[in-house]
């Protein structure tokens, strides 16, 4: 019991880290599972990986808690109007992943989660990244009220790749929020509000497919996930943070690079051992 405490911890560490940094939360957390099992439990395993994601979740509401309510005091009328605005944008946004996800989620598991399409999009997204800043192009878009309905579904559009791991959700939708025109912390931002649905909608699909397919968890396994996402919550906060400071003096190259060395790194380890991923 203590062991798989002390496992659910690391995850929660993991998750909270590269959950808004763009460089593959889920990647990192199959990695990291090939070294330390968090239970032989497969079902269990899955809805962890997943819904541990809720705990970050809850990071972006309490750090933009005013700038995502509609409802507060503090707001005038245009204010709050620009904020349900905002909603809606997001809304549409989170569209295409909701559609995509929903029709293809067993078959991406399936054929996706495995260690060379992660070593693969951690190098592919390495590389876009590093291009994308070398374009250096001035960011047309300052804030999320200036971006149009129709750049909000092309960012969706973006975060749909993110299904596939090795990715990263923060990494494509920030892309494709940058090469659309958005200055990295309008992207960054936009990037975090429209995790809030999608990762919410994900927890949520995963909770009743295990509870129609297994049942009720374990007071062990309840225990377990309770403090992955508490972990992962505290974690997130910190994160989100540290990202934001480091976008207003640096640009992404940094993260470009770490992705490729570590792409390189899985490739390196999985052919030398001969181990494999089983989603």
Known sequence: MLLNVIISVIFGIVQGITEWLPISSTGHMILVDQFIKLTSDTAFRDLFLVVIQFGSILAVVTLYFHKLNPFSHQKDVKQKRET???????????VPAAIIGLLFDDFIMDKFYNWYVVAAMLIIYGVLFIILENRNKK?????INAMSYRMAAMIGIFQVLAMIPGTSRSGATILGAVLIGASRNVAAEFSFFLAVPVMLGASVLEILKYFMSNGMFSGQQFLILIIGMAVAYAVSIFAIKFLMDYIRKHDFKAFGYYRIVLGILVILYFTISGAHIIA
């Not at 905002?86 to 946004?93: E, T």
């Open 139 to 143: 960011p047309k878009i300052s804030s």
């Open 84 to 94: 349900w605005t905002m909603w809606f944008k997001v809304i549409v946004g989170c």
